[in-house]
Structures are given as structure tokens and as C-alpha cells.
């Protein structure tokens, strides 16, 4: 793909305009690149793991350590509010243990995606030292 795009390995420029998991662009490495998304809380979500990595990471071992289980997940996924960093967090968590990795809510705003299972889960490791790409915008 790489190859076919002339991108990656830090050279070219990838537009991604429903960005999604951003899986494309995170694995070209373009030397530079534009993420779209109309996912407020997806976009929010990127915008906090690029400038508070760490802080995110916290937050997330903190859900975790609460516990993976089901009643542990009805209870993060029926939270309301909390600061930018714990709503990133809480995504994530809501990701890792939901039906299918699905993101979505009712027309109330609430999620509604079912409990998947503490099976497999693969949890995000801790933020690489080096800072975000800044050029890649959010």
C-alpha cells in the first residue's frame, strides 16, 4: 500500500477524511497528514491523546484497575460528564470491552453498545516518550 501511495516511512502526505480508527494513517506514517472525522467524541478523543497522552493513560489504568467485568462496564458506559481527559479515557475502556469494538449511543446521547467480555482484551500500553506529530492535526 505503501508502495502504491507513495507514502509512508515518513515521506508524502495521506488525507483521511472519516478517519475512524485512523488505523491507515497511524500505519502509512506519512511525513504529513489530515485526519477528518464528524465524531465529536472520536475527534475529542484524538485531540486528548495527542496533547495529554499521559493523562489519558492514567485515566484509563484508573477505569481499569475499577474493574473489566460487566456490572464494572454498565457502570463507566452509564456515566455522564467529567473533564475531556476522563471522557477520552472512558471511550477507550468502552471500546476495548464493548460488543464488536462499536461506538455508538441513543438518541439520548447515552451509549448502548452491549458488554463483549473480558476475553482478550488488548489494552493501550503507556504513551511513547516522544511528543504527538503536530503536524498530523486532529
Do not use: M
Amino acid at each position: 500500500v505503501r508502495r502504491g501511495l507513495g507514502v509512508g516511512g515518513g515521506r508524502g502526505r495521506v488525507v483521511e477524511p472519516f478517519a475512524g480508527s485512523a488505523c491507515l494513517t497511524l500505519a502509512l506514517a506519512p511525513a504529513r497528514g489530515v485526519l477528518g472525522e464528524s465524531v465529536a467524541p472520536l475527534c475529542d478523543l484524538y485531540e486528548q491523546v495527542r496533547d495529554r497522552a499521559g493523562e489519558v493513560h492514567d485515566a484509563l489504568s484508573a477505569l481499569i484497575r475499577s474493574g473489566v467485568g460487566r456490572r464494572d462496564y454498565l457502570r463507566v458506559r452509564d456515566c455522564e460528564g467529567g473533564d475531556a481527559v476522563a471522557e477520552s479515557a472512558r471511550l477507550l475502556y468502552l471500546n476495548r470491552l464493548g460488543f464488536g469494538g462499536v461506538y455508538r449511543v441513543n438518541r439520548k446521547g447515552r451509549g448502548n453498545v452491549a458488554f463483549a467480555g473480558e476475553g482478550a482484551v488488548s489494552w493501550p500500553t503507556a504513551p511513547h516518550p516522544e511528543p504527538a506529530r503536530p503536524d498530523i492535526g486532529a
